[in-house]
């Protein structure tokens, strides 16, 4: 088994990965400012090196990919790197010295897809600076795996989902307080036709991908794999399954986009644009074919559970057929 550091590993995604990798018999080290816990607790945990590590302050100083390096990794799997001069140091100090280098990136990578389910072949359209700057490190990590040998892969996660966090809602934010409203029996408001899509994925299942590309290093090296669940849901589609999951009706009406948006707060207006103007919807045809990916969670059965969690939690009203 490998030595194996996540950089960034109480977050959403490392508080499924790193028990994971556990479990599997690898030696876990979980580089974090720990500011923060994983958001659910597993026995594995127990058996994890917690180091703790300001990255920015470190970069900043000249010292992370030093420090990485120090902990003498197998692999590392970064998954907060978002600007090239975050990661490029870190690749130059971990060149020659690792056997397998994973970036979390993100679908926003896309931006515009001409097709859709959009595969790791449709060219990188992004807008916005998160995606610009994320597709700028991919390029620069597949120019590297393939020039030069360095042992890359990236995952491209879509919207993340997990207990203790709130999913992305039929609104295109992260405002539970859509689903109280629903949960109420309460009429919501969606732009056009609601037909705009979100592409969910659960946590576990990113961490399962991740899992299998450090199994089959061979076939994952120089790769680039999305990592979402098996279909995309519309905004209609997702909003109607909620209200009849509550034991409700669906109550909805649309209202054009321009309309809708002027309805809502300013900050929250951006955070849906975010969404909607991408409307994200990905195959994962590649990652089946050389992972053996198989998500165990539809995006439907994701947000219910995060859902769930957030009504045991007093965070959204209990539906009244619950009772």
């Known amino acids: ?53 300001d990255r920015q302050a470190e970069e900043e100083a000249g010292t992370f990919a030093n420090r990485i390096v120090g902990l003498k990794p197998d692999v590392v799997i970064d998954l907060i790197s978002f600007k090239l001069a975050s990661t490029k140091p870190l690749v ?62 990236i995952f491209r996660p879509g919207q993340i989902v997990g207990e203790g966090w709130t999913p992305i809602t039929p609104h ?8 109280s409203q629903m949960a109420r029996g309460e009429e919501i408001t969606l732009p056009n036709l609601g037909l705009e899509t979100v592409n969910h994925v659960h946590a576990a299942d990113i961490a399962q991908l991740v899992q299998r590309a450090i199994t089959n290093r061979s076939v994952a090296v ?15 589609g997702y909003a109607e399954e909620i209200f009849k999951w509550f034991g409700l009706e669906p109550k909805i009406a649309y ?15 951006h955070h849906s644009w975010e969404h909607f103007a991408r409307s994200s919807c990905l195959s994962i045809a590649k990652a089946r074919r050389l992972l053996g990916y198989e998500p165990a969670y539809s995006s439907i059965a994701c947000v219910k559970e995060s859902i769930a969690w957030l009504i045991d939690n007093g965070k959204v009203e209990k539906p009244a057929a619950w009772n």
């Open 255 to 269: 209202l054009p986009y321009e309309e809708w948006m002027k309805q809502q707060p300013a900050e929250e207006a």
């Open 172 to 179: 295109g934010t992260n405002k539970e307080a859509i689903f």
């Open 1 to 53: 088994m490998s030595r194996i550091i996540v950089i960034g590993g109480t977050g959403h995604v490392g508080t499924y990965l790193v028990p994971a990798l556990v479990e599997q018999g690898h030696d876990v080290v979980s580089v974090s400012r720990g500011q923060a816990k994983s958001y659910s607790h597993h026995a594995a945990w127990d058996r994890v090196e917690q180091v703790t590590a």
């Open 222 to 236: 120089g790769e680039t794999f999305n990592a979402v669940s098996d279909t995309a849901l519309n905004l209609r």
């Open 92 to 153: 130059e100090a971990l060149r020659g010295k690792i056997e397998h280098f994973l970036h979390c990136s993100t679908l926003w990578v896309y931006g515009h897809t001409a097709a859709v389910p959009a595969d790791e072949n449709e060219p990188m359209n992004p807008f916005g600076e998160y995606g610009i700057d994320k597709a700028e490190i991919e390029k620069w990590l597949m120019h590297e795996a393939r020039t030069s040998g360095f042992p890359a892969t």
